[in-house]
DNA sequence: AATTGCATGTAAGGAGTTACATGATTAA
DNA sequence: TTAATCATGTAACTCCTTACATGCAATT
């Protein structure tokens, strides 16, 4: 009879109320509209998302109506009232904190057992980063663009900037330590200059 | 019969046999460990950490004896040349990608429905980083000094600069996004702008 | 004719945390 | 005497992804 206190509130029904902001929309919907907004910092799966519709439309927070679309039938599904009121007061309440856990930082921590290997996951992961940042000022000056005007433009733009100032700080650090690493001798290095 | 691929390898017996590199420890002891060296980017729990150390030990890559302690009984576990060869070789590949998920950014996304939490939150981000930047530029102070001339001062100063970057990028975007949402009239600002 | 896209779902299982149980020792 | 620390562990969950199954429509 233990852990059975809920560990922190789901986040997925909320993804799924605020993009239903935007309009009613199938499942299928739903997870490229995820994908496409705010796809650079939350991911959804089929396998979280349809579960948590039916949830959502047993507790009144969405409506489903069935719809034959192009042959096809699409459940698509719309936020209620109580909807509206239930991701307003998630938005209210503070973000729960988040531990990180970098699986770069822990291969660096032990870097003395393979340190080749370890420059060339710095390096990749500083193309990655640099790749990113360019993929990112390039979506930037298309939102900006295309939603000029528009209400949630800001908004936007944070979130895009939030990912800018991230993979430029990566890509620096990057550097930083590849260039440290290469003062620090390692331990290899160390054994052949006690030999000379 | 789906899903029988294992997704992506565990990442809990390396962090045990990076830490048991520094020599032999019990499970309780393994976790402060980690908790003091690598836990600003990694954690483990007693629930991954005891279950891991026995399946280490069926796999011949740790070894335990039991010691009485001060009275009490104690398992001590050390590492294997099984258990090297195994660390090094994960050393070795590259660090499965991760996708970040983030709460704030999700909330920011949907501020329009509670503007005046969402700068909350976003103040109360900037005072959070605030407080771990200076924590952080202690804590390498101090390990700068008590490490030096350790072989492995560069890599611990490496992981704790990576903090550091990451903290004060996100106090200045905090920053930087306050004054934007501040200039950007909220729905109900135009809403009163209209009326005027 | 084959591939891609639209569409809805489920089964299996890994990863991870919380909350317990238990009990000895040591310091305030 | 009470609280904190040392010490080992398990049960019950949640969260999340992957890999499937299925089938129609549109495109190449």
Redesign the interface.
Known sequence: MYGRKPTREK?TP??IL?ML?QGPASGYALRQRIEQ??GN???ESYGQLYPALEALAANGLVESTDQAKDGRDTRVWRITKAG?AA??S???????P?????????????????PA??R??LE??RDDARRDLERLKLLRADVAQRAHGQ?????????I??GI??Q???A??CD??LA??A??PS?KK?AQLRRA
């Open positions: 986040r909320y993804v605020g902001l907004s705010v910092f939350w991911q509206r991701l307003a998630w938005v209210d309440r503070p973000p729960s988040q531990r990180e856990r970098n699986e770069l930082l822990l291969k660096l921590f032990f870097a003395d057992l393979a290997a370890v060339r996951h990749s992961a209400e949630a433009l800001p908004l936007w733009l944070a979130t900037d939030y100032a991230g430029e700080a990566l620096r650090w930083q330590t440290a690493l003062r620090a331990s160390r």
